[in-house]
């Protein structure tokens, strides 16, 4: 699955942040918690070179606890600052100015040394598409200032947020990159609803997720959809057993068509959304090395 998706908002978006990085004192990089490999522009590290990093993993409460807590210790490990973070419900985005403040600290005192006091810190915010940046935003904030839906490439365009009087973020629109060369991180992508799902097959994408999920967490698939058990897998082909578990899972669901064939289009949909709602459980579809 050879993904391309570059619109021309992207283009102009990376052009934005070589030219305001200069402007900043640090960057804030938004991850989602469940892919957070998959979830990171790797053109992020050359655009912003040289600049103290905040890695937000998003989402937690929507990953799997002990795969967030590698996670985080293996983002410390690579030099960063780590905030773990529910943006919707607000958990963890009160820690943010704080997390700022100690990653700046060297910064910050010589400021003071300097008498510079009352200068404010100005952070850049990326992440890709419906990384849950807006929201993010608006939380530390503490008042709607971004523009957030629940699908990618709703902001387009750069603005200055001020949070307190020594503290502004710059919210700037989600970036992808050109092509995904590993097949894993543009399905990783498409799961979490980071590409448009017009650009893919829902049905190919509901059986490559569920051949996931029955492979690494079985009893949640099992308990979502009320399967007795799950159909043994014959073969390597993801899609060939995936399909068998979307058959299985709409008959349960009674997503029956004329002969009694199974809807599985229908049941990759609904698949999908629960998944991404968290309604299904906490899963992480990637582990650090």
Sequence with gaps: MNIQWYPGHMTKTRRMIAEQIK??????????????LSSRNPDVDELTAGKPRLVVLNRVDQADAEASRRWAAYFREKGYAVLET???????????????????????????????TGRVVRVMILGIPNVGKSTFINRVAGRKTAKTEDRPGVTRSKQWVPIDRGLELLDTPGILWPKFEDQSVGLNLAFTGAVKDEILDVETLGCHLMAYLADQYPESLRAAYKLAELPARQEENDIAYGYGLLTAAGRKRGFLVSGGEVDTERMAKILLDEFRSGKLGRFTLELPD
């Design 86 to 116: 529910d943006a919707k419900s607000g958990s963890g985005t009160k820690q943010f100015a704080a997390a700022v403040r100690t990653l700046l600290a060297d910064k910050l005192r010589a400021w003071a040394e300097k008498g510079q």
């Design 23 to 36: 402007n900043v004192d640090a960057v804030c990089e938004i991850l989602d918690a469940r892919i957070p």
